[in-house]
């Protein structure tokens, strides 16, 4: 059924994510969203979308959140005595992605979803009548300073132990190194690497490092990151202290 992709051009060229990054269609008597999905069992009015037998579906296809954004939700607004059923697969290679069956209008969250381009279907009961349905997309920020947590805050040498725990949020490169205040480069913790949404742990020792300058004084753990579709970086400092 891809081929509908075709018919969805129209739409497409003069859609565009609003101001409050929605992407949304609404229904219209020349809306060419009508042309796009199951036209033959779907009736069309300014009111709405009703489907005529069960079950019917719509379709909104090759969706891109664009570079810098994840997808946060697709929302519908409907009523009827029955359910809709809401899909969304990645659009290169169709992998169900998403899905939940909706009695009232509501939302299928997509904070799991990482891919950048999506196709959203739905598929309607008999007597639903659709209003509206959308997607919601939300910047990408892989980290936040309070998802990192640098222990402890004084490190003894040579036996401390640096503990460093944080949660990505979306897949990234990161890297974490240590400074003086100087400047100068005292270790790498971990070089720049490419890693999956989760939680990571990691502990270091300056027994790994022969720098007698490490054995006292103020030091700052950086801890870059960057998206993995964009070079935009971004950096969260820590102090700790050597005695």
Sequence with gaps: MKWIGLCLLPVMVYAHWSVNDIWKISVKQTNTFSF??????????????????????????????????????????????????????????NTLLAKTNLTESGILPLSHVYQKKIDVWAYLSSGTKLYSIGVVRTKEIPLHPTNVIVNPQILYYPEGRLLIDLTLQSPAYLEIELYNKRGDRLASIIPLSYYTAGPLSLQWTPLSIAKTYLMSGSAYVYVRYRISTGSKEWAHRFEIVYL
């Design 36 to 93: 796009i999905s199951d036209w033959e069992n779907l009736s069309f009015s300014p009111s709405g979308i009703t489907t005529t037998n069960d079950p019917s579906w719509l379709s909104i296809l090759d969706v891109s959140c664009g570079e810098g954004y994840l997808f946060s939700h697709v929302f519908v607004d409907f009523e009827g005595s029955s359910e809709i059923t809401l899909e969304v697969h990645n659009s290169d290679d």
